[in-house]
């Protein structure tokens, strides 16, 4: 601006002022521009360090587990078993990371194709099984010494990235096996995992015996060509499976196959669902079997359908002895069976989603979405889930909680900090644009003087 057109200004805005206005104190306005200074500084950086913070929550690195660290520990049958679960799952990282997680505690599904594993002290990596055949849409099992993964008849080693089968024979099994949404059932010593899958076109074999060696076994099918529910291995070379529902009864015939043998043989374990209930053929697929590690007790679920939407709601359980099939009653809070209250009814009903429990100190587990005892009044969480995941089923190594829980101090304070840090970095920033408008508009009105000239004079 040139001196001729900045004096006529001058000129200008002193014929604008009005007489009876006192003009602006100079301490005043002196402190206005020191605000004014600090908050062009003070907003930027904070902005920054929001960001900054943000990004060290979603960013923080958590090493991945490896197969020297979680416990693993042979008891007295020889056989080798993960003895650490962790106390907490996080959410799921912001990388993802495609190393093999070694031996791993837990895997969590969220509903959609994405898995995660979870160390024994709950370190969540990001799971990629190669070149799994379209179609698989069972759930993952992990072997009782967290070693190996099986989804379908697809299994991989943890500790090296390896996968069984070669991609061949597993493209060939995708295209003549019918894919079954069961889990796969380990057997005891981790060698062999049972997997439904029976044969596309004339009936043949009810399901596979895929060996951690490579080999293959198919299971027969039951006399008259009905495919059994297995509930799991009597020991490392034996399945129990049940048959029987049909014509609107709810009893259940227990068998028996020897791994190489040519057909099942009856058993002597025959259970009778709560006599209020009835299931024909057409429930067959929402009935589950599950015997415990120890052979002692046998769970049947029945997952249950809003009828509306059709969407899985909840799972009603009956709880009975693994070796003779008498009914028992349902787990008191400290794991007591005793009778059933008449209140509740003949059977155990829990929300969910109708996953695979798992088994706890002998006693059933319910894994959707809370990881807790499924007794009659349900208690607090032995593993607490990060509500991260949508709809999550969580698979623990061998089906079962073992040993004691353990914690990764950091992954847990990194779940903590990103649900509350992401909170009250909203709230400041929130809180900081109240301040800075709210200041802004208190300079501005100069103290009730008018507008704050565009001069600052000397301080007196």
Not at 329 to 358: F, H, K, M, S, T
Request: proline share 9%; charged share 20%; net charge negative.
């Amino acid at each position: 601006m040139s001196p001729d057109r900045l004096g006529t200004a001058l000129h200008d805005l002193v014929d604008d002022v009005e007489p009876a206005v006192v003009p602006p104190v100079a301490d005043e306005l002196w402190a206005g521009g020191r605000r004014r200074r600090r908050t062009a500084r003070l907003v930027p950086a904070l902005a920054a360090a929001c960001v900054a913070a943000l990004m060290t929550v979603a960013l923080w690195p958590v090493d991945a587990s490896r197969a020297s660290m979680p416990a693993v520990q042979i008891n007295g049958d020889g056989f080798s078993r993960l003895t650490a679960y962790p106390s907490a799952i996080p959410k799921p990282p912001f990388l993802r990371n495609t190393g093999n997680p070694g031996v791993t505690a837990a895997v969590v599904g969220d509903g959609s194709d994405d898995l995660y594993v979870v160390s024994t002290s709950g370190t969540v990596t990001h799971l990629v099984l190669p070149d799994q055949p379209p179609g698989i849409s069972a759930p993952p099992s992990l072997s009782p010494d967290g070693r190996w993964v099986a989804r379908g008849f697809l299994l991989t080693d943890l500790t090296r990235g390896a996968t069984l089968l070669d991609l061949p024979a597993r493209q060939s099994l995708a295209s003549t096996r019918i894919p079954s949404e069961s889990p796969a059932r380990w057997s005891p010593d981790s060698r062999r995992a049972y997997v439904d899958a029976p044969n596309r076109g004339e009936p043949k074999s009810s399901g596979l015996v895929v060996g951690t060696d490579g080999s293959i076994s198919e299971a027969p099918l039951l006399a008259g060509g009905t495919v059994p529910l297995v509930a799991g291995w009597v020991d490392k070379d034996t399945l129990l499976a049940f048959v029987g529902f049909g014509d609107g009864a709810a009893s259940l015939s227990g068998r028996t196959w020897r791994v190489g043998d040519p057909s099942w043989k009856e058993s002597i374990v025959d259970v009778q669902w709560p006599s209020d209930g009835t299931l024909d053929g057409a429930e067959l697929s929402s009935v589950r079997t599950d015997l415990s590690p120890d052979g002692t007790l046998l769970l049947l679920t029945r997952r249950l359908t809003d009828s509306g939407t059709g969407v899985l709601s909840s799972t009603q359980a009956a709880l009975f002895d693994g070796q003779t099939g008498r009914r028992l009653g349902i787990p008191d809070a400290e794991g007591r069976l005793g009778p059933v209250p008449e209140a509740i009814g003949p059977y155990l009903e829990w929300g969910g989603w109708g996953c695979r429990p798992a088994w706890r100190s002998g006693m059933p587990v319910t894994t959707d979405d809370r990881i807790r005892k499924a007794v009659i009044a349900l208690g607090e969480d032995l593993v607490t889930v990060s509500s991260r995941y949508g709809a999550p089923c969580v698979a623990f190594a061998g089906n079962e909680l073992r040993g004691e829980p353990a914690s990764d101090t950091a992954a847990v304070w990194q779940e903590h900090l990103w649900v509350w840090g992401g909170r009250l970095l909203v709230l400041l920033g929130i809180g900081t644009l109240i301040w800075w408008f709210t200041r802004r508009r208190s300079w501005n009105e100069g103290a009730g003087s008018g507008p704050v000239p565009y001069f600052l004079p000397t301080r007196g």
